[in-house]
């Protein structure tokens, strides 16, 4: 499992290639020149996806091929509960404070839901672990 | 994979909150198509203004109604409903049981349709909806210029569902990396798939600029100073198009890949040139993370030779894709079906989209055409000319597999004759009136000029394709009604999504076949043919 990495680090370092290949350009004067926003965006890009990598890496090194027993709930109220108390927090930036405390109240409820899914999931694990 | 399923209590609400990766994504699926004709409706209102040459709305309800269509069709259109595919097959087609995430996978529903809610709201506001154009470029989309809370919304809208749409990326990137089954290696992942793949990289790590240029959008129209002097605007442009051309691609990617497997089936052969074809799309997105500046070729502030460079370079890859798609046909047993012809078209029309944009590659020539319809002619050949065509061959070839029903052959013609019809006539005048100067987004324009013509026939054309998507939707319903039974593989297709029920149960398969390349049904029927023989 371990080669799904590579697809992270080999494309990571695609566009650091890419983010390099900047580099002769620089000798350009005026406007039609290098900007240094071009190297920071495409470089960053590039070190993020070498960084996911990385870590896709470690986790499979961990994991290996071993199974690991999962336990999906059907649905999960919790989560549309979160995203809906997030979207209102979010808009309420831009029409006051009332709208920004009833997302957050509808947020953490989401949030609390979220809690209590991930004890049942656990628990249910472990029964079947046993 | 060992899997329990949890029981819901609610089952009503069960697909609101479903965390099954195939009603997530039916469910953004038709949440999308919902945008499309929302977004489609206003594509009519805008050609019946230039046909009438400016007689339905005033130029501030125009500039409304193309910002709103052309952020309807990319951010809650067009890349929604590649994603929502990706979140379907990849699963299927890689063999796992479940979508990495599953609960990341509803949020990003969740996202899509609160930041649907929120762009659209803008309507409802005294000032009117966003109309800064769907790239929302400062100092347009200032507190100044654009003051109604409709922009605000719109900020909002674009962020919620950009940050649905990584979410969902990163589930499906994940799944394809790190939740194949047993022999399904890199190496024999379906194209559809490993186009998701890429799909996936460029939405993770190109999008989020997306979401920090609309960040400091709106502190610059709060608080001021965020992209004022200097290079402010520019830095906002630079942001939005580091998101603004992966995003092309990402509407583009997964729809090579559903024509490759559509071609593949319908031609009875085996992917022509697969490894060509997986080092193509790698290098493709690659270079598509390269090649943003091209859009600001005429600012004078971006390195235009290296843009240039990138963004011609891009048709080697796209060759080599072609070559592979033509090579997969080539001596193949065609069928003609309704997806097969849509196939078809796609390879064909997209080529004229790709053509035109070698020509918009080149600064000296983009100084001529930038801003005017020769471009809107280019995106939208690759757009709908090109990817809307492949997303209906991918929606006539799984169809049966999503709701276990044949869609109607008959119907389907009649669909893709009328939108090919449609398509051409009313994108292909558009490279002759950008050619002879008419600009984007006038509202009105001098009856001297003889353009009046060429928008009545684009105007037709968007008529006729609005008739093709009634027809469609006649299409879905009447064959949902009359449910001709599709059986698990009406299309004798190659990959694993057609080795289980239709549609497939909760957890995906009961049991897999053994997996030895990337087409494993095909796999299994030629040792048949060989035993037989």
């Given at each position: 499992m371990r080669r799904a990495a590579i697809v992270l680090l080999a494309w990571g370092l695609l566009l650091g290639?890419?983010?390099?290949?900047?580099?002769?350009?620089?000798?350009?004067?005026?406007?039609?020149?290098?900007?240094?926003?071009?190297?920071?965006?495409?470089?960053?890009?590039?070190?993020?996806?070498?960084?996911?990598?990385?870590?896709?890496?470690?986790?499979?090194?961990?994991?290996?091929?071993?199974?690991?027993?999962?336990?999906?709930?059907?649905?999960?109220?919790?989560?549309?509960?979160?995203?809906?108390?997030?979207?209102?927090?979010?808009?309420?930036?831009?029409?006051?404070?009332?709208?920004?405390l009833i997302g957050a109240g509808i947020a953490m409820l989401g949030a609390g839901g979220l809690v209590r899914e991930g004890r049942a999931r656990r628990h249910s694990q472990r029964g079947m672990l046993r | 994979m060992n899997t329990t399923t949890l029981p819901v209590r609610a089952a009503p609400l069960r697909t609101l909150a479903s965390t099954d990766h195939k009603r997530i994504a039916i469910a953004a699926g038709a949440v999308a198509f919902a945008f499309f004709l929302a977004g489609g409706v206003l594509a009519l209102l805008m050609r019946s203004q230039l046909a009438a040459d400016g007689g339905v709305v005033s130029q501030n309800v125009y500039d409304e109604l193309f910002t709103m269509h052309g952020s309807t069709m990319v951010y809650l259109f067009m890349v929604p409903v590649a994603l929502a595919a990706g979140l379907y097959f990849v699963p299927l087609q890689v063999g796992?049981?479940?979508?990495?995430?599953?609960?990341?996978?509803?949020?990003?529903?969740?996202?899509?349709?609160?930041?649907?809610?929120?762009?659209?709201?803008?309507?409802?506001?005294?000032?009117?909806?966003?109309?800064?154009?769907?790239?929302?470029?400062?100092?347009?989309?200032d507190s100044l210029h654009s003051p109604g809370s409709g922009m605000e919304l719109w900020i909002f809208g674009v962020m919620m569902a950009t940050a649905g749409q990584i979410l969902w990326a990163g589930c499906v990137l994940a799944t394809a990396l790190r939740r194949r089954a047993p022999g399904m290696t890199l190496m024999r992942m379906p194209v559809f798939t490993w186009s998701m793949l890429v799909t996936c990289l460029l939405t993770v790590f190109a999008f989020p600029a997306l979401i920090l240029a609309l960040a400091l959008l709106w502190a610059q129209r709060h608080f001021g100073g965020v992209l004022t002097g200097g290079l402010g605007a520019v830095n906002y442009q630079q942001l939005f198009w580091f998101y603004g051309h992966p995003v092309v691609y990402v509407m583009f990617f997964p729809f090579v890949g559903m024509v490759g497997?559509?071609?593949?089936?319908?031609?009875?052969?085996?992917?022509?040139?697969?490894?060509?074809?997986?080092?193509?799309?790698?290098?493709?997105?690659?270079?598509?993370?390269?090649?943003?500046?091209?859009?600001?070729?005429?600012?004078?502030?971006?390195?235009?030779?290296?843009?240039?460079?990138?963004?011609?370079?891009?048709?080697?890859?796209?060759?080599?894709?072609?070559?592979?798609?033509?090579?997969?046909?080539?001596?193949?047993?065609?069928?003609?079906?309704?997806?097969?012809?849509?196939?078809?078209?796609?390879?064909?029309?997209?080529?004229?989209?790709?053509?035109?944009?070698?020509?918009?590659?080149?600064?000296?020539?983009?100084?001529?055409?930038?801003?005017?319809?020769?471009?809107?002619?280019?995106?939208?050949?690759t757009l709908f000319a090109g990817s809307a065509f492949g997303l209906f061959a991918g929606v006539y070839y799984w169809f049966p597999k999503l709701t276990g029903a044949l869609l109607s052959e008959r119907l389907g013609r009649l669909h893709f004759i009328l939108i090919a019809i449609g398509a051409n006539a009313t994108f292909f005048p558009m490279f002759i009136l950008g050619s002879e100067g008419m600009t984007r987004r006038i509202a009105r324009y001098p009856v001297s000029t003889g353009w009046q013509t060429l928008n009545v026939v684009e105007t037709v054309g968007t008529g006729v394709i609005a008739l093709s998507v009634l027809l469609f939707i006649v299409n879905v319903v009447v064959s949902l009604r009359s449910r001709r039974e599709a059986g698990d593989d009406p299309w004798g297709g190659q990959t694993l999504e057609w080795a289980t029920s239709s549609p497939p149960p909760r957890h995906n398969f009961t049991r897999l076949p053994p997996i030895a390349s990337y087409a494993p049904l095909l796999d299994l029927r030629e040792a048949r043919e060989g035993a037989n023989a």
């Amino acid at each position: 499992m371990r080669r799904a990495a590579i697809v992270l680090l080999a494309w990571g370092l695609l566009l650091g290639v890419l983010t390099a290949a900047q580099a002769p350009f620089a000798s350009v004067k005026g406007p039609f020149g290098l900007h240094p926003i071009e190297y920071i965006m495409l470089g960053s890009a590039s070190a993020a996806c070498l960084i996911a990598g990385l870590v896709v890496w470690v986790l499979d090194g961990r994991e290996g091929d071993r199974e690991i027993p999962r336990t999906v709930a059907d649905g999960s109220f919790a989560t549309a509960t979160l995203i809906v108390g997030l979207a209102l927090a979010l808009v309420g930036a831009g029409f006051g404070l009332w709208l920004i405390l009833i997302g957050a109240g509808i947020a953490m409820l989401g949030a609390g839901g979220l809690v209590r899914e991930g004890r049942a999931r656990r628990h249910s694990q472990r029964g079947m672990l046993r | 994979m060992n899997t329990t399923t949890l029981p819901v209590r609610a089952a009503p609400l069960r697909t609101l909150a479903s965390t099954d990766h195939k009603r997530i994504a039916i469910a953004a699926g038709a949440v999308a198509f919902a945008f499309f004709l929302a977004g489609g409706v206003l594509a009519l209102l805008m050609r019946s203004q230039l046909a009438a040459d400016g007689g339905v709305v005033s130029q501030n309800v125009y500039d409304e109604l193309f910002t709103m269509h052309g952020s309807t069709m990319v951010y809650l259109f067009m890349v929604p409903v590649a994603l929502a595919a990706g979140l379907y097959f990849v699963p299927l087609q890689v063999g796992a049981a479940e979508v990495a995430g599953p609960r990341v996978a509803l949020a990003g529903l969740w996202l899509l349709v609160g930041g649907g809610l929120s762009m659209w709201s803008g309507f409802l506001t005294s000032g009117g909806a966003a109309a800064a154009s769907w790239w929302g470029f400062d100092p347009l989309s200032d507190s100044l210029h654009s003051p109604g809370s409709g922009m605000e919304l719109w900020i909002f809208g674009v962020m919620m569902a950009t940050a649905g749409q990584i979410l969902w990326a990163g589930c499906v990137l994940a799944t394809a990396l790190r939740r194949r089954a047993p022999g399904m290696t890199l190496m024999r992942m379906p194209v559809f798939t490993w186009s998701m793949l890429v799909t996936c990289l460029l939405t993770v790590f190109a999008f989020p600029a997306l979401i920090l240029a609309l960040a400091l959008l709106w502190a610059q129209r709060h608080f001021g100073g965020v992209l004022t002097g200097g290079l402010g605007a520019v830095n906002y442009q630079q942001l939005f198009w580091f998101y603004g051309h992966p995003v092309v691609y990402v509407m583009f990617f997964p729809f090579v890949g559903m024509v490759g497997e559509v071609v593949a089936t319908f031609s009875g052969r085996r992917f022509f040139g697969y490894s060509a074809f997986i080092v193509a799309l790698l290098a493709f997105a690659g270079l598509s993370m390269t090649v943003w500046a091209h859009h600001m070729f005429t600012m004078g502030q971006v390195t235009n030779k290296y843009f240039s460079l990138t963004s011609t370079a891009l048709v080697v890859p796209a060759g080599i894709e072609y070559l592979d798609l033509l090579g997969t046909l080539w001596r193949g047993r065609l069928r003609f079906t309704t997806a097969f012809l849509f196939a078809l078209a796609f390879i064909v029309q997209f080529l004229i989209g790709g053509l035109t944009g070698i020509i918009v590659a080149s600064p000296p020539l983009d100084y001529g055409l930038n801003m005017s319809y020769f471009v809107v002619a280019h995106f939208h050949y690759t757009l709908f000319a090109g990817s809307a065509f492949g997303l209906f061959a991918g929606v006539y070839y799984w169809f049966p597999k999503l709701t276990g029903a044949l869609l109607s052959e008959r119907l389907g013609r009649l669909h893709f004759i009328l939108i090919a019809i449609g398509a051409n006539a009313t994108f292909f005048p558009m490279f002759i009136l950008g050619s002879e100067g008419m600009t984007r987004r006038i509202a009105r324009y001098p009856v001297s000029t003889g353009w009046q013509t060429l928008n009545v026939v684009e105007t037709v054309g968007t008529g006729v394709i609005a008739l093709s998507v009634l027809l469609f939707i006649v299409n879905v319903v009447v064959s949902l009604r009359s449910r001709r039974e599709a059986g698990d593989d009406p299309w004798g297709g190659q990959t694993l999504e057609w080795a289980t029920s239709s549609p497939p149960p909760r957890h995906n398969f009961t049991r897999l076949p053994p997996i030895a390349s990337y087409a494993p049904l095909l796999d299994l029927r030629e040792a048949r043919e060989g035993a037989n023989a």
